[in-house]
């Protein structure tokens, strides 16, 4: 179990939380929805450690491994796809192993035949399936995506989700899925929580983990 | 070829009637009395030696100011009070007027060093500015990746600081040499050590072999030039080689 601890942080004048606490599961994939600009992004690169609260704390992630699908795909412009897949997995697989696995999994989203181009030579689809595979191949306990497929047409998103399914099903683990729109929510998640207001609370959790997501005072 | 070959004839030629018509060769000695002695003095040893110690002196000065400006720009970089306390050192370097720091040196040094110290101080700001400069363009998105990812320092250093850096120090490579050649050549007209161009300069203008001035002066230019073309086509090589070990 992850367990976010009465998190405090502000920024400036904006106080974005206060006393915010949430459990997480481990081992499924749990949707963390809200508007855009409600303080999502800030609340994964806490837990994370990306970024620190003021005050609180979180447990459970000691020792454990992160991967991270950015909104943006935040790929090495210079190098090519394989490079940049073998630059995060060469520290935990070594350099002939992290080749190995950097291909299958490249093989699994199907962009194998791609691995000497560079990002600037793929689709927006194509980096972001990049994105997907440097995250899976990573050998980390807890899957952070933060809007991974924010801006795709339809028929993109539900491809990306097939591999992202995929994946999931090849290498299981804690996925937490930031997103603002419920129907991605539907399609993968195993539990979701909405978060909305000033500072931030907790408007709804999903029935299946409202004992475990909804610890606190989240509505009047 | 010809858009080349043509503005060169051209100047050439200017050269050539200006020199005919001041009709003093003491002062202005023409183009092809010039060349004349080029080709006088390229059969003699004393010619190569001359020329094979004064790139010895560019080239160690430079690559001596291309090397310990990466590493502390890179140092800087890292660090702000490293970077606040080498900045106003770098810019006094900068804005001294390189013959302060030639009589300084011939007081320092032994006169065959005066050029390589002169060259390597001239360039050494250059890149210190351009990694410097450099460090503030890398993307801290790419950072934050490679840290939740937990890459290590050197391949962080190597995967993302280098190639941010790497347009930069090709900038300060091909100025630095121009630079170095120029301040190196006037650094040895002062200090005069044995084979040197800049010597030679010298000596013909206290002789006053104007001629042998001018084709002295044109062999600095060629061997200059000749230079920026060398080390571009290796940068280039460079870069293509990389780009296909990176895709193999």
């Given amino acids: 179990m992850i367990r976010v601890e009465h998190l405090w942080k502000r920024f400036g004048e904006l106080s974005l939380y206060e006393d915010f606490s949430l459990d997480i599961p481990e081992g499924r994939v749990l949707a963390i929805l809200g508007p855009s600009g409600c303080g999502k992004t800030t609340l994964l690169n806490m837990i994370c450690g990306l970024e620190a609260p003021d005050r609180g704390r979180v447990t459970g992630v000691e020792g454990k491994g992160f991967s991270y699908v ?42 194998e035949e791609f691995a000497g181009y560079k990002p600037s030579q793929l689709s927006g689809g194509m980096r972001q399936r990049l994105s997907l595979a440097r995250a899976f191949a990573y050998p980390a306990e807890i899957l952070v995506m933060d809007e991974p497929f924010k801006g795709q047409d339809r028929g993109l998103k539900e491809e990306l989700l097939g591999h992202f399914k995929n994946l999931l099903a090849r290498d299981p683990r804690t996925v937490l899925f930031v997103t603002h729109d419920p129907e991605e929510a539907d399609l993968v998640a195993d539990a979701r929580i909405l978060l909305e207001g000033r500072p931030v609370r907790m408007m709804q959790g999903d029935g299946s983990s409202a004992s475990s997501t909804q610890r606190n005072d989240e509505l009047e | 070829m010809p858009t080349r070959i043509i503005p060169l004839l051209f100047w050439f030629l200017l050269w050539e009637l ?172 002062l200090s005069r050590p044995r084979h040197a161009i800049g010597a030679n300069l010298h000596d013909a203008k206290i002789y006053l072999e104007t001629e042998g001035l001018f084709a002295w002066t044109l062999v600095v230019v060629g061997l200059s030039i000749l230079f920026e073309v060398l080390f571009k086509k290796a940068l280039s090589l460079g870069k293509t080689a990389g780009a296909k070990g990176g895709a193999s």
């Fill in chain 1, 70 to 111: 950015f909104q943006e795909t935040r790929l090495l412009p210079w190098a090519t796809v394989l490079e940049n897949m073998t630059f995060v997995l060469k520290g935990p697989f070594g350099k002939e192993k992290a080749r190995e696995r950097a291909m299958e999994t490249l093989e699994m989203v199907r962009l």
């Fill in chain 2, 18 to 189: 200006a020199a005919a018509w001041m009709g003093k060769p003491l002062l202005l000695p023409s183009a092809s009395q010039t060349l004349a002695t080029l080709v006088r003095l390229l059969p003699t040893a004393g010619f190569w030696t001359t020329i094979a110690y004064s790139i010895l002196r560019v080239l160690g000065g430079f690559l001596l100011a291309a090397f310990l400006g990466t590493l502390t720009g890179v140092a800087c970089g890292f660090n702000r009070f490293l970077e606040a306390l080498f900045r106003p050192m770098v810019a006094a370097v900068r804005s001294t007027p390189v013959l302060s720091f030639i009589l300084l040196a011939l007081l320092w040094f032994p006169s065959g060093q005066v050029p390589v110290f002169i060259a390597f101080l001239m360039c050494y700001p250059l890149f210190w500015t351009a990694v410097v400069g450099g460090m503030g363009q890398v993307d801290r998105k790419l950072l934050e990746m490679a840290h939740i990812y937990k890459v290590r320092r050197r391949d962080v250093l190597a995967g993302i600081y280098l190639p941010t850096l790497e347009p930069f120090l090709r900038g300060a490579l091909v100025n630095g040499l121009g630079l170095g050649w120029k301040v190196a050549v006037a650094a040895e007209v």
